[in-house]
């Protein structure tokens, strides 16, 4: 099986957008707004799941991970706001999300990662834990309520599936804190 690029820039842009693989099925160019502001992020306005519609905001690493594909895509033709951001030449996106899943394991396979250190398969969801546990890890006094807005999901998902491996050692350094 051959590996398209595309596998590469959603491999790069989901730890930085909180998003999940379900939802790169339908995510469409109309969706994303680059936002130049004090902070610079992707607003992702993809439709209602799992009960969730509020739009998400990225990390500032996920804007050139994005301007990357634009500029891809604007070589191939020009692009409709309504054509999928990931694998558009695949109008069945049952189909295009398990092409996504068939790569993302091919290329874990091929760089030896595809079992974690502790014995787990990693998948493409893994990239959204990475996500939601960089934010926890090293987001300066982020709250749980607005991390499970942002990634479209409850405070008691992140305490129960996301964080369930985060223990005190990990952020020794936020425990021991102090306001000045």
């Known amino acids: 099986m ?5 596998i590469g820039e959603l491999i790069e842009l989901m730890p930085h957008s909180f998003i999940r693989p379900t ?24 439709p209602e799941t799992k009960r969730h519609s509020l739009p998400m905001v990225t990390m500032p690493q996920a804007v050139p991970v994005y301007e990357r594909l634009l500029v891809r895509r604007l070589a191939q033709g020009p692009i409709r706001t309504s054509d999928h951001v990931f694998f558009p030449e695949w109008p069945q996106r ?12 091919l290329v874990l396979s091929r760089a030896g990662l595809k079992v974690s250190g502790r014995g787990a398969s990693r998948t493409l969801y893994c990239l959204r834990h990475t996500a939601i546990m960089e934010r926890l890890l090293n987001g300066d006094r982020i709250d749980l ?6 990634a479209r999901t409850s405070v008691e998902m992140i305490e129960r599936f996301y964080a369930r491996h985060l223990h005190g050692e990990m952020v020794v350094g936020k425990i021991q804190s ?3």
Do not use: C, G, P, W
């Not at 051959?2 to 595309?6: K, R």
């Not at 939802?23 to 607003?43: C, F, G, N, P, S």
């Not at 309520?145 to 942002?150: F, P, V």
């Open 23 to 46: 939802d790169l099925k339908v995510l469409q160019h109309q969706h994303i707004a680059v936002v130049r502001r004090e902070q610079t992020y992707l607003r992702l306005t993809q």
């Open 2 to 6: 051959e590996v398209s690029q595309d």
């Open 145 to 150: 309520l607005s991390l499970a807005r942002n």
């Open 178 to 180: 102090s306001r000045a």
């Open 94 to 105: 049952d189909y295009a999300i398990v092409q996504m899943r068939r790569q993302f394991d």
